[in-house]
């Protein structure tokens, strides 16, 4: 289970690095909130490391949206650098929830931790198989792509998903500290992920409707 837990979350941060910062916004989600749980159990030490990676990833970021630079001096993270990130992640979930002097959080927080790059991984392979092709083979049906196809900007998209990423986070925190039971938090989990599930798969009937909503809103107030 630990092996398949690390590749499939190195895997899940290599397929999010769609967009410009959308990788580093959500490393930087999943280690501020890793940061948080290590210092609220006494941790200093983790803490310290994760806050040390978010402080490199900040820079990285900036760079890779183009500022201050502009354009011309972007750089870009590549599969080393996100297999890396994904590692680092999986590496700070293990110590954090398996290792006896250092347990800082329930197992089942580690899934709120990474909800986005996990939920949109599952999502997307089991979508590739039931179209009868390869779980690896690339498209363009990532939660990023879908949201630049809706009309969101590259900016406003890179926004709303890591605001996403920083709710689930958050939620996770909260219900640990909060002691409440794993059992409850791994069914709210499987909800959430089957709501996302559904809302991807139907992205676009759901869509269409919302528009046709706006447009039935915007010709009552233009008629008032």
């Known amino acids: 289970i630990t092996i398949i837990a690390v590749i499939g979350a190195i895997n899940a941060f290599n397929m999010v690095d769609g967009i410009d910062g959308l990788l580093g916004g959500l490393a930087s989600v999943t280690f ?8 609220i159990s006494g941790n200093s030490y983790l803490a310290t490391v994760c806050l040390l990676i978010v402080t490199a990833l900040i820079p990285y970021i900036m760079l890779n949206l183009g500022f201050p630079l502009g354009r011309r001096f972007k750089v870009f993270m590549g599969d080393a650098g996100s297999m890396f990130i994904g590692f680092s992640v999986v590496w700070m979930l293990i110590r954090g929830t398996q290792e006896p002097e250092v347990i800082a959080f329930k197992p089942v927080t580690a899934l709120w931790l990474i909800a986005i790059p996990l939920m949109d991984m599952t999502t997307i392979m089991i979508r590739r198989i039931r179209k009868g092709h390869s779980p690896f083979k690339p498209d363009r049906e990532h939660l990023h792509h879908i949201c630049q196809r809706i009309g969101l900007s590259p900016l406003m998209t890179l926004f ?7 709710v689930c986070a958050g939620i996770g925190i909260w219900a640990d500290l ?8 791994f069914i709210a989990f499987l909800i959430l992920f089957a709501v996302y599930f559904m809302a991807i798969s139907y992205i676009w009937r759901i869509t269409t409707f919302i528009k046709k909503l706006f447009h039935h809103y915007q010709v009552h107030e233009d008629l008032n």
Request: charged share 5%; glycine share 8%.
């Open 32 to 39: 501020t909130a890793l940061g948080t749980v290590f210092y």
């Open 160 to 166: 709303i998903i890591c605001f996403m990423a920083s």
């Open 178 to 185: 909060s002691g409440v039971a794993e059992s409850t938090m």
